[in-house]
Nanobody, 127 residues
Framework: QVQLVESGGGLVQAGDSLRLSCATSRRTLSSYAAGWFRQAPGKERELVAA????????YYADSVKGRFTISRDHAKNTVYQQMNSLKPEDTAVYYC????????????????????WGQGTQVTVSS
């Protein structure tokens, strides 16, 4: 069982930056690929960014390309999402997710492919 804990959300103004963190203390994340999803009220959960197990490949939704950066630190068992130039439409609950992955460079894009989820952290961007 992998327990994921997100942090770093908050209330910011448009144009500001936030860095989300996703950590696990009970097991190493080095065997897992990871992703950040978000869900706004009345909308479906969507993949924002994903990173492969060894960090060699990443994926970004078109809506965040050039503004968000996903990264990971294996030594700290943590996955990050740096969010710059935030917009009101980025307002959502952000979830960290992970799945065990034998292929080091694979990035998965569907929510059902992820086995472990954090509790979510709220990001609110005011205009």
């Amino acid at each position: 069982q992998v327990q994921l804990v997100e942090s770093g959300g908050g209330l910011v103004q448009a144009g500001d930056s936030l860095r989300l963190s996703c950590a696990t203390s009970r097991r190493t994340l080095s065997s897992y690929a990871a992703g950040w999803f978000r869900q706004a009220p009345g909308k479906e959960r969507e993949l924002v960014a994903a990173i492969s197990r060894i960090g060699s490949n990443t994926y970004y939704a078109d809506s965040v390309k050039g503004r968000f950066t996903i990264s990971r630190d294996h030594a700290k068992n943590t996955v990050y999402q740096q969010m710059n130039s935030l917009k009101p439409e980025d307002t959502a609950v952000y979830y960290c997710a992970a799945h065990e992955e034998l292929l080091g460079g694979l990035v998965r894009k569907k929510a059902h492919e992820y086995d472990y989820w954090g509790q979510g952290t709220q990001v609110t961007v005011s205009s």
